[in-house]
């Protein structure tokens, strides 16, 4: 196996194994109107199989939190949890907006890419 630090991938070997690929997601999620936002720490992998175009993602939430804080302050407040605890931020142009609606269980879902955070926030 080959390990890529750049990317987070792994490739498989000359045999069956898959090429695997691991990114960190948070997700910023608000149940109804009324209710506060939520954070999520994600850890998705994706496995593609050299015999099969479709690749299989198994998501695993690393970390929860809630979030009383209004909707302007939430992203500034989603990055002082990420450093806290996990030493990570998410990248600011990475956020989009994610499905919502009746069938998600969400009206509001936001997501964006976490990377490690640089060293100088660690220390605040």
């Given at each position: 196996?080959?390990?890529?630090?750049?990317?987070?991938?792994?490739?498989?070997?000359?045999?069956?194994?898959?090429?695997?690929?691991?990114?960190?997601?948070?997700?910023?999620?608000?149940?109804?109107?009324?209710?506060?936002?939520?954070?999520?720490?994600?850890?998705?992998?994706?496995?593609q199989?050299?015999?099969?175009?479709?690749?299989?993602?198994?998501?695993?939430?690393?970390?929860e939190?809630?979030l009383?804080?209004?909707?302007?302050?939430?992203?500034?407040?989603?990055?002082?949890w990420?450093?806290?605890?996990?030493?990570?931020h998410?990248?600011?142009?990475?956020?989009?907006?994610?499905?919502?609606?009746?069938?998600?269980?969400?009206?509001?879902?936001?997501?964006?890419?976490?990377?490690?955070?640089?060293?100088?926030?660690?220390?605040?």
């Open positions: 196996m080959l390990i890529d630090d750049r990317t987070n991938t792994i490739s498989g070997a000359e045999d069956d194994s898959p090429t695997v690929e691991v990114t960190m997601v948070c997700e910023v999620s608000q149940e109804t109107p009324d209710s506060p936002l939520q954070a999520a720490l994600i850890r998705e992998e994706t496995r199989w050299p015999d099969d175009p479709t690749p299989d993602v198994i998501e695993t939430v690393v970390s939190t809630l009383p804080q209004p909707v302007p302050d939430v992203l500034a407040a989603v990055d002082h990420l450093q806290a605890v996990h030493h990570l998410v990248v600011p142009t990475s956020w989009e907006p994610g499905s919502t609606g009746p069938d998600t269980g969400v009206v509001l879902l936001l997501q964006g890419r976490a990377e490690p955070a640089p060293i100088a926030a660690h220390a605040a």
